[in-house]
């Protein structure tokens, strides 16, 4: 009996919420644990948009070890935002909630081709020179993340990806 007891306060206690539930909104789930605050720069989320944000760090999760959770009140992601959130957290998962209930999850996909949202690493790069040449990266690997330059064929790490956020 006693044993039982202890089972079910252990279970109870394994299950503890760390981060509270949310009425409407976004929650970013399964991101690399350490990676939520890059998802946030990622997102242009400064805190002074006046929402809610709750960010869950190095949480425990039966899938990944740890993860980092990001929970935005009254935001609904667009399909660019999810695509860019990709770059740092490939295996994320995208909730969205509408009265406390979760109405669509979507698992991020990096694009083939990634325009506009970094730089390429060479200066010499005809992307770099002022002209209006709009960079753009063929992802050649997911994960360890891997991007080619169009113009130039430099490559690009999650690292240099990171650097610029
Ligand atoms: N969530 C939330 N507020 C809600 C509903 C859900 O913050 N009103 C959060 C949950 O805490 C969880 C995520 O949204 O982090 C996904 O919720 P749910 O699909 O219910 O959880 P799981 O089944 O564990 O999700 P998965 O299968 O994707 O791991
Ligand atoms: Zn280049």
Redesign the pocket.
């Known amino acids: 009996m006693l044993l039982l007891f202890s089972c079910v306060v252990f279970g109870l206690v394994g299950r503890v919420?760390r981060?509270?539930?949310?009425?409407d909104g976004t929650?970013i789930?399964?991101i690399c644990g350490g990676y939520g605050l890059e998802v946030v720069k990622i997102l242009g989320i400064t805190g002074r948009e006046g929402r809610v944000l709750t960010i869950g760090v190095n949480v425990p999760s039966r899938?990944f070890g740890v993860k980092d959770?990001l929970?935005v009140e009254g935001r609904v992601l667009n399909a660019s935002e999810v695509n860019r959130i990709a770059l740092v957290a490939p295996h994320a998962?995208i909730?969205i909630?509408r009265d406390?209930?979760?109405v669509e999850?979507l698992v991020v996909k990096l694009p083939r081709v990634i325009e506009g949202l970094v730089r390429c690493v060479n200066p010499a790069c005809v992307s770099n020179s002022g002209e209006p040449v709009v960079a753009r990266f063929y992802v050649e690997c997911e994960e360890p993340l891997l991007l080619k330059c169009h113009y130039c064929g430099s490559l690009l790490e999650r690292a240099d990806v990171l650097r610029q956020l």
């Open positions: 919420l981060v509270s539930k949310i009425h929650v789930d399964h899938r959770v929970k998962t909730n909630i406390f209930r979760v999850k």
